[in-house]
């Protein structure tokens, strides 16, 4: 039987415009590997809220925190892992973590994917940018949010008013999955190929220690043509990879 492992890797750097302004990064991402579980993150603080990187950041880790509170319920009460409870976990974390500041002040998009050891992989996506996986057949799924009304710079966020029905969810068998992909929209943005973007980026960046392909995403993202806006750009990477049991 071979043996199989989740590396990630993915970075963060700031748009033009923020670099321009001396202001500080709003996106973040952040991925955890643990003995039960593995999962990524990446969020986008709202341009307009003046705390929206504290958001960013606290978003991540009530991902990081809620995944851990799902596991422990499926070892205590052997219950499945449950959407909506995992959605309010996250809420709850992030409303804790941003205190005393406003919440508004640091509203947040929010987009993982985590293995908690139920078999499957969970993902969820409040707000914009892309979430997308590349399964073991090579077919390319994915997630954005679909804007409506026109209104093309307003997206969802984390909020204390937010429920289950704001978050775009589904799962698969981690078996199906070889990777999983996650952008904010300073990147999802301008891609034209989506499919060919995702697939393009995985087949240069599968081979490589973690380590040097997050330094590589940096370089990519540093040197990113940006014809239609200056945001931040962050990606994030969860890749599988299988070693022979020897």
Known sequence: MGVTLWKSFGASVRGPGHIAEGLPNQDAWMSFHYSW????????????????????????????????????????????????????????????????????????????????????????????????????????????????????????????NISSKDWQYFSLPEEECLAVLLCTDGVADDLDDMEGFVRGFFDGYRSLAALSASRNVREMLE?????????????????REEFADV
């Open 37 to 160: 579980g593995n999962g990524i993150m990446v969020s986008d603080g709202v341009g307009s809220k003046p705390f929206s990187n504290f958001g960013s950041a606290a978003a991540c880790l009530a991902v990081d925190y809620a995944a851990l509170a799902c596991r422990s319920k499926v070892n205590t009460l052997n219950a499945k892992i449950n959407r909506n409870s995992l959605f309010e976990d996250i809420k709850a974390k992030w409303l804790s973590f941003i205190e005393p500041l406003e919440p508004r002040d640091c509203s947040a998009t929010c987009l993982f994917a985590v293995q908690i050891g139920d078999g499957l992989i969970h993902f969820g996506m409040l707000g914009d940018g892309l979430l997308a996986v590349i399964k073991g057949d090579g077919s390319v799924i994915s997630c954005s949010e679909i804007k409506i009304n026109g209104f093309s710079n307003i997206t969802t966020a984390l909020s204390p």
């Open 223 to 239: 040197k990113w043509p940006t014809p239609k806006h200056s945001d931040d750009k962050t990606l994030a990477c969860l890749c």
